[in-house]
C-alpha cells in the first residue's frame, strides 16, 4: 500500500500527467504534476519527495538533468525515469546518475506500471534516510 505517499510526477504532455496522477490516486499516492522540469525543480527544492517519476525528454531541462539536481540535493530520493526513446544511451545515463527503473512510453499495461511504481515506493520507504 502507498500509505500517502507523496509523488512528483513531470512530464510535458498533459495526457501522461493526468494518467499518472488518476492512477496514482487510484492507488492511494498523493500526486503532484509538473509540466516542466524547471517546475518540478522549483515543487522539489520548496518541499522534497520520496519518489519522483520523469519523462527524458522535455524544454529546457531534461529529466536526466532534473535526475542530477534532484539526486544532488537528496540522494534517497527514488526516481522513475520513463521515455519513448528506450536508448541504451538514455537507460545507461539514467541508471549512472541513480535513477530507480525506467519505463518505456506509450504504456501498453497500466497494471505493469503501478506494479514498476509500488515497486520503487517500496525502495523508498525501506530507506532510513527516506523522505516523507
Not at 500500500?1 to 509523488?7: A, D, F, G, L, T
Amino acid at each position: 500500500m502507498s500509505e500517502n505517499m507523496r509523488v512528483l510526477i513531470v512530464d510535458d504532455h498533459v495526457f501522461i500527467l493526468d494518467l499518472l496522477c488518476e492512477l496514482l490516486v487510484d492507488e492511494g499516492y498523493l500526486p503532484t504534476a509538473a509540466q516542466s522540469g524547471e517546475e518540478a525543480l522549483e515543487c522539489f527544492r520548496k518541499s522534497p519527495f520520496p519518489l519522483v517519476i520523469s519523462d527524458i525528454h522535455m524544454g529546457c531541462m531534461s529529466g536526466l538533468e532534473l535526475l542530477a539536481a534532484i539526486k544532488e540535493m537528496a540522494p534517497e530520493t527514488q526516481v522513475v525515469i520513463m521515455s519513448s526513446d528506450a536508448s541504451t544511451e538514455n537507460l545507461t545515463r539514467a541508471i549512472d546518475l541513480g535513477a530507480g527503473e525506467f519505463m518505456n512510453k506509450p504504456f501498453d499495461d497500466i497494471a505493469k506500471v503501478a506494479m514498476v511504481i509500488g515497486r520503487v515506493a517500496e525502495k523508498a520507504r525501506e530507506n532510513p534516510r527516506a523522505i516523507p
